[in-house]
């Protein structure tokens, strides 16, 4: 134990050899034709536009943040606050370029060798990010445990700045990212279909370029940055109720009555698990690789399936030789396998009966279909939130709020190869886009078609691990900043969250509308954003000779979309993002931390529901519309009223579950993390 | 004070004898020729068949609930249950009987002597049910007071049984006719749009008259039992914590200091301004049919508007004599002009700025349509709420959480003019379709038109007060309900609410999902019913020779689509119904009173924003698609394809503002009534 943050740090270094192993296998694989490499090209160079002006807009802000955090909490917490921005920057931009390299080698492995080493290339891509992601953040938290273990006062405020710092890139990478996708998606929908009449992904479409960047801004520089901090902030969390909590709720993590050993163990704890979580993440990686003749959805399946067991596993044999007792282990078990047990409830809902419901609604109309796919996303958020509830009562049961916390972090222990499985998704989808565009076989086609589906399943399980993990992280951020209130206001003034104390209530209230500003108006930029597209789209076909009958040599200008949606995301991201960062530091400030615990639980209640609502629905759609398109109902194939109707569906589905419902999970978590930081500011208001 | 029970008694007699008036006018008035008096005859056949239907299942639940109560709180605390839900019984049926002669008259009117004259009748015919409600809530409440006015005790049990026996009515009422009628609205719409390609209100099709049926059980028995819920709800709230509430709390309501004294205040408050109320909206009532040259939108929106500051003038001149303080006064006006903010606030959503936005994202199909459309429900829940909050806010700050009551009293002291207002919206639309089927010339439609047209507004402005009484009324019941498990724990064990409490948290996610369950389970019920209503219609166009054609003297048989829309009805109202009813309950005895509070504060975060998001955003719909068909997008007009894409947003609009919608509302209710009542048993679970 003493030696931890060496395991820690040495444990994320290993992970980011192995990434960049990964990373240099993955761009030496070769890239297929000409035509291949330049739309593969100009999707690299259209993702990177996008983070490098996405990095200015964020430089501003830290620089601003960095400043009023060196000023308040001192310049120490301004460098942490960086430092925590910076790692998921890295990460980010490592984990998004691997995936631009791997995207056109996946198709060109699925040309050359077959489904298996298609499969391996496009899974080799994703664990750049996937260890990456735990990697940098497990060295973050370690380096910050090394030198501020036996500091407990500044260890406190330096992990918060942490946190912050990298919710502040999650925010505005998942929405701005989101809005991305979305628009450039809608966009080269609408314009493709309703204006101009022609298939998806074909190549006269200036919009397909930016559809597929926005499949890596998005679902893989985004979602990266979303779960990055969600593994931060979960360890936060614990770590701070470890430095906090009265002697009574620890005594029963371990087996001293030492109240000093007693935060050490329990500040270690989660540092600990992580570690374990990636050392086992690491070797799942590579089992997954080896399973790569079994069919493309058993493999991923497995990925997600056996981390719970493997950790909970590793966590039994390892713990009580630390001294920790038996409510640890189970708590953790109890996070791990209720984070499968979402993930497998949104794969329900996203795959299987539900769909099959909502296409038979598409024979009514586009209108029944929109109200069935409504229901199945509102349905949806039952038994998840019940799960938590459960998990969140056995935690609390064993290990009173600091339990919780931990089963967050168990939950995330096994971050690494979900990442690398969710960005396999975005990878096999940019791989079919990539085949479709340069004329590639059916045969190609039709792996990458397998391989794309699987990913659309992966990506609706890795929104409703994030999504629970972000419920629980988010009530473990709750007692903390409690806790850190009542640290600042000292023993006897203890902060009284009554819950029918008006306040409370009116901050419940208030906190239920910041999700619907947050949806609403990321809902509303997608719309704006994607109207520019087509308006764009439509200049080109009508100003560019020959490309609507697909003349020989006449090209469209992708750029010039890619411009368009760039700049839009960035302008859009802004005001939800600003919500999110400024609605709990005015409310402390203005309305003191009674009103402000409200406003988090508020926020809790309708983001957690919405969020799932949004994700679930959103992917019920895009799946039923698949389902159809697959034969899902004879007689009503590809290009019927029932079809039609069911894309209606899907167009609403894109923004709700790649923008605004992962927007509304992320909104949560940055208010919760932003006021652990500010609450010894807001404690005495 | 001392005669207060008389006074309410009496002006309840007096608003009940008014709406006998109204009643035999309307009755007496010519009803046309006699295809409208057949028509009319149908339609209120229809509705009268459902409600006995509905009594019937409602006699069941209340003779089982007669029976838990008589035992579990004793025979008269059942025989105050079922006198609230049998004058809510009573209120309905003379109310919507009333609206069923008035609709053809309405259209006689217009028929015969104009625009003013047909205003008049069915304003005439909707204060049947505005008088009849409030008068009704009045003299149950005025006998209540009268018979335990002394009896602290007793009070308040038989207040909260009467209560229960409001909202269990309202409950199913609304949700059983929210689900009538838009099973049968879209039921009709389809099969006419899509299946046989008539328009809408066409004679030939069946389904018409249930859609006009569905009008009267829904939005007017169905509406009126709401806000007889409400009405009673909010003035047992205020009693309650009356009864409950530490001197101290109550010090600030009226100058005394004999704690006897001060109760006897505080329980009498909330009738006497009731009473007011009452008495100001009769004169009302006869100002505004006085009005009846001026233009109708500008009639029924004084109607809503000056109530408030009659009220308030009223409350001004009289308080101060009894004793009360200017805080009553205060709150009392918060509470009255915030109910008319959030019903302005909905008005301009649902027929302004807003809807020119929906009308135009139709330009790009009906994906972009529903995205907007549900945007704007998102946005709409934002001001509303924040009104609640400083409505919220400034009662508490005079009076303490008894101020929130009194608010939510004030908020529905105009409750019978608004009523009047609300009912006519129905009687109108009925009105229009009357005329339609029976061939009435142009201008006869244009008149019914625009009656139509403005009782859409008053609709959408109805529910938002509605939405919003019921926030601050559920509010108020919740306090009162920890106050009554206080009472019965006894002082040094008051309940601990703590909101960082993992009980209350687990709670407050359990609490998320229950109108997530009532609005995907109402949603479903919706297209089941409406699908079974379409088959039949198609079955007597098949099978009946000569009504595809029209040939003259062939007839639909409305009655089989009536009788599947109400066996539908009553079938699929039972699942959400039970969900509110037993979700307390169980929660209660199960996990007991600390997670019953937080199950009713997720479901007040998660109810009010997605009610207000289900309400508003299924007016912007409808009225995004009227204002395309009067021609707002030049060049796209009835049967364009942005008419069409405009159409999928209706349909998606109608179960969300007209069940799911106010089915979630209505929940919230009945948990916190539920909640209230079960208190002293649950109080040491």
């Given at each position: 134990m003493e030696s931890l943050h060496l395991q820690s740090i040495g444990t994320g270094g290993v992970a980011l050899v192995v990434a960049l192993i990964f990373y240099a296998k993955v761009k030496s694989a070769p890239e297929g034709n000409?035509?291949?490499?330049?739309?593969?090209?100009?999707?690299?160079?259209?993702?990177?536009?996008?983070?490098?002006?996405?990095?200015?807009?964020?430089?501003?802000?830290?620089?601003?943040?960095?400043?009023?955090?060196?000023?308040?909490?001192?310049?120490?917490?301004?460098?942490?606050?960086?430092?925590?921005?910076?790692?998921?920057?890295?990460?980010?931009?490592?984990?998004?370029?691997?995936?631009?390299?791997?995207?056109?080698?996946?198709?060109?492995?699925?040309?050359?060798?077959?489904?298996?080493?298609?499969?391996?290339?496009?899974?080799?891509?994703g664990s750049v990010m996937g260890l990456c992601v735990a990697g940098l953040g497990l060295i973050g938290m370690g380096v910050l445990y090394m030198l501020y273990r036996n500091d407990h006062e500044h260890l406190g405020t330096m992990i918060h700045a942490f946190a912050v710092g990298a919710s502040s890139i999650a925010l505005f990478a998942r929405i701005g990212g989101g809005i991305y996708t979305k628009a450039a998606d809608v966009g080269a929908d609408i314009a493709g279909k309703v204006v101009e009449n022609i298939p998806e992904d074909d190549p006269r479409n200036p919009g397909v370029i930016a559809d597929n960047v926005g499949d890596n801004v998005g679902d893989t520089a985004g979602m990266g940055a979303d779960i990055y901090e969600s593994y931060v902030a979960a360890m936060v969390a614990a770590m701070a109720l470890g430095l906090t909590l009265p002697q009574e709720q620890l005594q029963r993590v371990a087996d001293t009555t030492d109240l000093e050993r007693l935060r050490m163990l329990s500040v270690a704890l989660p540092l600990l698990l992580a570690t374990i979580g990636l050392m086992i993440s690491i070797v799942g990686i590579f089992i997954t690789r080896a399973l790569k003749n079994m069919p493309p959805a058993t493999v991923l399946r497995l990925a997600l399936i056996l981390p719970p067991f493997l950790v909970t596993g590793a966590a039994a044999a390892a713990l009580p030789s630390f001294g920790f007792k038996l409510g640890a282990t189970i708590t953790l078990a109890a996070g791990a396998f209720g984070g499968a047990a979402v993930g497998l409830i949104t794969d329900y809902y996203t795959s299987m009966k539900p769909i099959r419901a909502v296409a038979e609604a598409s024979l009514t109309g586009a209108g029944t279909n929109v109200i069935r796919g409504l229901a199945v996303g509102l349905e949806s958020t039952v038994l998840p939130l019940i799960v938590l509830c459960g998990v969140g009562a056995v935690s609390n049961h064993y290990l009173g709020l600091y339990g919780i916390a931990l089963a967050a972090v168990g939950m995330l222990a096994g971050t690494a190869i979900v990442m690398t499985v969710d960005t396999y998704g975005p990878i096999a989808d940019n791989a079919g886009g990539i085949s479709e565009m340069s004329g590639l076989g059916k045969e190609v086609r039709e792996i990458t078609d397998e391989l794309d589906a699987v990913g659309n399943t992966t990506a609706a399980v890795g929104k409703g691990f994030a999504i629970g993990s972000a419920v629980l992280t988010v009530i473990a951020l709750f007692a903390a900043f409690n806790m850190e209130v009542n640290r600042a206001r000292g023993v006897g003034h203890e902060l009284v969250l009554q819950l029918t104390d008006s306040n409370v209530l009116m901050g419940v209230l208030f906190g239920a509308v910041l999700p619907c500003i947050v949806g609403a108006s990321t809902m509303t930029a997608v719309g704006r954003a994607a109207g520019a597209i087509v308006v764009e789209i439509k200049r080109q076909f009508d100003e560019i000779p020959g490309l609507r009958e697909g003349k020989e040599g006449v090209e469209p200008q992708p750029k010039a979309i890619v411009d368009i949606a760039t700049s839009a995301a960035l302008r859009e991201m802004l005001f939800p993002g600003a919500v999110a960062v400024l609605a709990p530091v005015v409310v402390g400030f203005v309305a003191g931390p009674t009103v402000l615990a409200g406003t988090l639980a508020g926020a809790l209640a309708v983001g957690a529901t919405l969020s799932l609502v949004m994700a679930n629905g959103g992917g019920a759609w895009d799946n039923a519309k698949k389902f159809i398109e697959k034969g899902g109902l004879p007689g009503h194939k590809k290009g019927s009223d029932a079809h039609k109707a069911a894309v209606v569906g899907d167009t609403v589905g894109d923004p709700f579950k790649d923008t605004s419902g992962p927007g509304i999970a992320i909104l949560i978590k940055v208010m919760s993390v932003v006021s652990l930081l500010i609450a010894p500011l807001v404690a005495n208001r």
């Open positions: 000409e035509a291949m490499a330049r739309i593969a090209r100009y999707i690299r160079e259209g993702s990177m536009a996008f983070l490098t002006t996405e990095y200015k807009v964020l430089a501003a802000y830290a620089v601003v943040v960095f400043g009023l955090l060196a000023v308040s909490l001192g310049p120490l917490a301004g460098a942490w606050f960086l430092a925590g921005a910076v790692l998921s920057l890295v990460a980010g931009f490592i984990g998004m370029k691997a995936a631009t390299f791997a995207n056109v080698r996946t198709a060109e492995a699925a040309r050359a060798k077959g489904k298996a080493d298609a499969l391996v290339m496009a899974l080799d891509g």
